[in-house]
């Protein structure tokens, strides 16, 4: 008998939490290496700050990747499909990427001549920092939640009873990867690009062979009000889908 998934319930929920756990340490252990950025000596501690911060990005990045690896094991026997199989941990972001995106995070602690600085680039230095330091949190969750998404996808890339795979959005996510989620299960084995964006606690959902997808209660409210304010206007859609989702979410069904 053929089985059902979604995009909610209890085992995606439960999944959603504890990679969000993950964040909420990996922000803990990042706010504790903001003391080795000393406002005099820039050009010195940053670079052992960037040091510092990789490290932690690829110790909880390993932690997402295995987080990944049993929801999707998990998934695999829940779905009843036959044959083994041993899901891949995609292994960490190239040093480069790291490294560049905690350049961007930072690259408004750096003074500029009154004539080319920027308004962000002329605030106090403790602003500057605190600013820097959020950025460098979302930057840091991003590639982290990344590891633990790649990891379901290249499983569902590679397991013979993989189909395809689905995004799930948590009710407080933008409109944007709301508008992604109601696509449901259309993303085959072969599709690479996930569009995350910083702070996206967005997760993926494989769907094997035998299954139907079906969208949650909240993912189907968020459809129809797509189709309903939104879809109808080419070009228009997520300007209109967000309109929507403020104006008349509020009906919408509780969840994690």
Partial sequence: ?????????????RYRAAQRGLTRLLVRDMRRLRRLIIPSRLQQTVPDWIEATRAVVDQYGQASSALAADWY???????RVTGSFTVPLVGPPPEEQVDESLRWATKDLWPRPEEEATPAQRKPIEVRLERAEKKAEQVAQKLVADQGRDTVREAVRRDRQAVAWARAAALGACSFCKMLAIRGAVYEQETADFRAHDNCHCGVVPVFRGQRFEL????????????????????????RFRRALAEHGQQLPAAH
């Fill in 1 to 13: 008998m053929a089985t059902t998934v979604s995009d909610g319930g209890d085992a995606a929920n």
């Fill in 73 to 79: 094991e998990a998934q695999r026997v829940a779905a």
């Fill in 216 to 239: 949650s209660d909240k993912a189907k409210e968020w459809e129809r009000l797509y189709r309903e304010y939104a879809a109808p206007y080419p070009g228009e859609q997520l300007q």
